[in-house]
C-alpha cells in the first residue's frame, strides 16, 4: 500500500495532497486584445477569487553572468521574468527579456551536460534526508510549472527533480517553460534532470505549437532559435532508474530489436548488423538495450534498427496481455501488465513512471483510468505497479469542445529510505490564466497525437 502523506490521506487511488495553486495574481488590465484571446477558460477559481496585487517589473534584461557560473538567484530572476513578461508583454517582446545572446549561451551550456548523460540516467547516492521528485507532461503550461516547482521546493538542496519529459506544444509558454527548466539544469546539474518526450521532436512542434511560438516570439531570430532548440531535444536522456528500484520514461517499455550479424568480409574488422527479416515475434527489450540505442535523432524512427527511442517516446500500457504495435499512434507498442511483471520483477524494480497520455488521451482508452486527479496506478502486478503521471491541470490550454476536461495535475515524491513507495500531489490549475493567443489550430488539429504523418518523421 502507498505511504500516508502528511495531508491525512490513506487512499492510493486519490491524491495524497490537493494542492491550492489559486494564489496567482490576475493578468493586467491591458488594451492589447489583439494578441491576448479569450479562448484560455480557467479550470477553477475566476478573478475574483484571487486576490491581486500590483505586478512590479523585474529587472530586465536578463544578462548573463560575468563569470558564466548560474546560480539559484539567477534562475529564480528568470522565473519572475518570464512569469511577468507572460502578463504584461506581447509575444513578440520577449527578446527584451531574454536576448538571443542569452539564449545561445544558455542552450549551449546545458547541451554540453545533456549530452553527455546516458540515455538512462541512473540516480543513486541519495540521503536518508532526500526526496526524488517526479514530473509528468508539462506541455507549456508556465504558470502551472512555476506553482508545482515551489509546492515541490525546488530551492532545497535535499530535493532531486525528474522530468519525465513534453515541455512544448499546445500551451502557450512552451519555450519559457523549456529555458526555465534548462536553466535550472544548469545551475543543478546532478539535481535536475530532463527527459525527453515525444513532443521534443520535429515533427510534433511543426504540429502542436512550438515551432510558431518560437518563430512569432523571436521574429527574424526565431528559425535560429528554434534550431538550437531541436539541437538541444536530441540530447535529452530517454529514461531515468532512480535508487535502482523506480524505472522512468515519457511513453514507457520497449522492444528488442532482433538483429543478426551479417558475414564479415576478409580483411575487414567491422561487422555490419542488419536487421533479421525473419524476427516478427515482440520481445521486451533490455536496458543494455535502450542504453546503445541512437538518441541523436530530430525524430525518432518508427522503421529500420533504431526503434527504441520511438518505443521508449511514444509506447503506451494496455490492459491485453503481450507486446503489439501501437496502431492508435502509429509508432511505439502497447504492453499488457505481463511485461510490466518481466520487466520490473529482470530488474529489481518496484515502480514504473511513465507519462504520455492526459485526459483527451485516456477518454479514449477503454479499461484504463481516467486523468482527473493527474495520475492513474495501470498495472497492479506482483513485483510493483505502473503508474501514469501527468502534470498539466485543466489540460489542454485550448480546447474546441464546450466541455472543458478541468483535469488535475499531479507529481510524486519518492521518500527515502528505498525511493519506491509514491505519494501522490495533485494540484489544480492556476487561475486566471493570462490571456494568449493558441500557436497551432487548436480546433482541427488531431487529437492525442493520433494518425501521425509518418511520411513526414523521416530524420
Known amino acids: 500500500m502507498f505511504p500516508q502523506s502528511d495531508s491525512r490521506n490513506t487512499d492510493p487511488t486519490t491524491p495524497a495532497v490537493t494542492a491550492d495553486a489559486n494564489l496567482n495574481p490576475p493578468p493586467p488590465s491591458s488594451s492589447d486584445e489583439?494578441?491576448?484571446?479569450s479562448v484560455s477558460v480557467a479550470s477553477s477559481s475566476s478573478s475574483e477569487d484571487t486576490q491581486s496585487h500590483t505586478q512590479t517589473p523585474p529587472q530586465t534584461p536578463i544578462s548573463w553572468p560575468t563569470d558564466s557560473v548560474i546560480n539559484q538567484a539567477w534562475v529564480i530572476s528568470l522565473m519572475d521574468a518570464f512569469d511577468w513578461g507572460s502578463r504584461n508583454?506581447?509575444?513578440?517582446?520577449?527578446?527584451?527579456i531574454f536576448s538571443v545572446q542569452v539564449f545561445d549561451k544558455l542552450v549551449l551550456s546545458a547541451s554540453k551536460?545533456?549530452?553527455?548523460?546516458?540515455?538512462?540516467?541512473?540516480?543513486?547516492?541519495?540521503?536518508?534526508?532526500?526526496?526524488?521528485v517526479v514530473v509528468g507532461d508539462v506541455h507549456g503550461q508556465l504558470h502551472d510549472v512555476i506553482f508545482l516547482l515551489r509546492d515541490a521546493g525546488f530551492t532545497a538542496?535535499?530535493?532531486?527533480?525528474?522530468?519525465?519529459?513534453?515541455?512544448?506544444?499546445?500551451?502557450?509558454?512552451?519555450?519559457?517553460?523549456?529555458?526555465?527548466?534548462?536553466?535550472?539544469?544548469?545551475?543543478?546539474?546532478?539535481?535536475?534532470?530532463?527527459?525527453?518526450?515525444?513532443h521534443e521532436s520535429k515533427y510534433c512542434t511543426s504540429v502542436y505549437g512550438f515551432?510558431?511560438?518560437?518563430?512569432?516570439?523571436?521574429?527574424?531570430?526565431?528559425?535560429?532559435?528554434?534550431?538550437?532548440?531541436?539541437?538541444?531535444?536530441?540530447?535529452?536522456?530517454?529514461?531515468?532508474?532512480?535508487?535502482g528500484r523506480v524505472y522512468t520514461a515519457h511513453g514507457g517499455l520497449f522492444r528488442c530489436v532482433a538483429t543478426t550479424p551479417s558475414k564479415r568480409s576478409k580483411g575487414k574488422k567491422t561487422r555490419k548488423v542488419i536487421l533479421n527479416p525473419e524476427s516478427s515475434s515482440l520481445v521486451l527489450g533490455s536496458l543494455e538495450e535502450l542504453s546503445r540505442a541512437r538518441r541523436t535523432v530530430l525524430d525518432p524512427p518508427w522503421e529500420g534498427l533504431?526503434?527504441?527511442?520511438?518505443?521508449?517516446l511514444w509506447s503506451d500500457p494496455s490492459m491485453s496481455p503481450g507486446l503489439s504495435p501501437n496502431k492508435e499512434r502509429g509508432i511505439g507498442l502497447l504492453w499488457g501488465p505481463d511485461c510490466t511483471e518481466e520487466f520490473l520483477k529482470k530488474y529489481n524494480l518496484k515502480l514504473i513512471i511513465r507519462s504520455h497520455e492526459g485526459p483527451d488521451a485516456r477518454e479514449k482508452r477503454s479499461g484504463l483510468g481516467g486523468m482527473d486527479e493527474g495520475y492513474t496506478i495501470d498495472h497492479v502486478v506482483e513485483s510493483g505497479k505502473l503508474i501514469?503521471?501527468?502534470?498539466?491541470?485543466?489540460?489542454?490550454?485550448?480546447?474546441?469542445?464546450?466541455?472543458?476536461?478541468?483535469?488535475?495535475?499531479?507529481?510524486?515524491?519518492?521518500?527515502?529510505?528505498?525511493?519506491?513507495?509514491?505519494?501522490?500531489?495533485?494540484?489544480?490549475?492556476?487561475t486566471p490564466r493570462p490571456k494568449a493567443n493558441p500557436f497551432y489550430d487548436f480546433e482541427d488539429v488531431i487529437d492525442s497525437d493520433e494518425e501521425l504523418d509518418l511520411a513526414s518523421m523521416v530524420s
Not at 529555458?179 to 530532463?194: E, F, G, I, N
Not at 533504431?306 to 521508449?312: A, K, R, S
Open 89 to 96: 508583454l506581447p509575444p513578440s517582446e520577449l527578446p527584451s
Open 113 to 132: 551536460i545533456l549530452h553527455k548523460e546516458p540515455n538512462c540516467v541512473r540516480i543513486d547516492g541519495l540521503g536518508t534526508d532526500s526526496s526524488v
Open 306 to 312: 533504431n526503434l527504441i527511442p520511438g518505443d521508449v
Open 211 to 243: 515551432e510558431k511560438e518560437v518563430l512569432t516570439k523571436y521574429g527574424d531570430k526565431g528559425k535560429h532559435v528554434y534550431r538550437k532548440c531541436l539541437g538541444c531535444f536530441e540530447g535529452l536522456p530517454l529514461a531515468s532508474i532512480i535508487a
Open 34 to 37: 489583439d494578441f491576448f484571446s
Open 388 to 430: 501514469t503521471l501527468f502534470s498539466a491541470p485543466d489540460y489542454p490550454q485550448f480546447q474546441a469542445t464546450e466541455e472543458r476536461f478541468k483535469n488535475k495535475g499531479a507529481y510524486i515524491v519518492l521518500n527515502p529510505p528505498n525511493f519506491d513507495a509514491p505519494v501522490f500531489h495533485s494540484f489544480e490549475a492556476i
Open 157 to 198: 538542496d535535499n530535493r532531486v527533480f525528474v522530468f519525465n519529459g513534453d515541455y512544448v506544444d499546445r500551451g502557450a509558454w512552451g519555450l519559457e517553460t523549456f529555458l526555465l527548466l534548462l536553466a535550472w539544469k544548469v545551475s543543478m546539474p546532478h539535481k535536475v534532470y530532463l527527459l525527453r518526450g515525444n
